[in-house]
C-alpha cells in the first residue's frame, strides 16, 4: 500500500516506542540494503526457469485480482484466521503488520457479506494448518458443519 508521509512517520515512531532508538538504525541500514537489491536486480536475469514461472503465476493472479469483481453475498461466512500480527495502528483505525500489509479484523468481508463471523485459531498463516494447531482449526469447522443450517437439511 502506498502509505502518506504521516503514516510513514506514526510507524516510525511506533517503532521507536517499542524498540528504542536502534529502530532508526535498523531502518536506515534496511533501506540501504534494498536499494543495493533494487540495483543489482535491474539487470539480473531470471535465476532459474522455476522462479521464472514463479513470478509470471503471480503477475498474472495480480491481473486477475485487479479484475475481479466479487458481488455481496447473501449467506453467513465464517473465517478462521489467525490472531491478528498488528505491528502499527494508524489513523482511521488502520492497522499494519510487520511486512508493511494493511490488515483489518475482518479481513475483508464485512463489504461483501451482512452474516459474518470471525474465529481466530491458533498459529500464523502457515501453522494454522500444521499439527497440533490443525486440530483446533478441524473442530472449529465440524462445529460449523453440524450447526450449519444445511447440515440439519442433509441429516433428517
Known amino acids: 500500500p502506498n502509505f502518506s508521509l504521516l503514516d510513514k512517520a ?30 543489482e536486480n535491474q539487470n ?26 466479487v458481488a455481496p453475498l447473501d449467506v453467513p461466512v465464517t473465517v478462521l484466521r489467525p490472531k ?11 492497522m499494519v503488520d510487520d511486512e508493511r500489509n494493511l490488515i483489518s479484523e475482518d479481513n475483508g468481508w464485512s463489504s461483501f457479506v451482512d452474516k459474518l ?5 491458533p498459529g500464523d498463516h502457515d501453522s494454522m494448518v500444521l499439527e497440533p494447531n490443525v486440530r483446533v482449526l478441524v473442530s472449529k469447522i465440524r462445529n460449523i458443519i453440524a450447526v450449519s443450517p444445511s447440515s440439519e437439511k442433509n441429516a433428517a
Open 84 to 94: 491478528l500480527n498488528v505491528k502499527f495502528q494508524l489513523s482511521g483505525g488502520r
Open 10 to 39: 506514526s510507524m516510525i515512531l511506533q517503532g521507536i516506542r517499542a524498540n528504542g532508538l536502534g529502530h532508526l538504525v535498523y531502518k536506515v541500514q534496511n533501506r540501504i540494503q534494498w536499494e543495493r537489491e533494487q540495483r
Open 44 to 69: 539480473a536475469e531470471p535465476i532459474d526457469q522455476l522462479s521464472f514461472q514463479s513470478q509470471k503465476v503471480g503477475d498474472a493472479f495480480i491481473r486477475a485480482l485487479r479484475a475481479y469483481n
Open 117 to 121: 463471523t470471525i474465529i481466530e485459531v
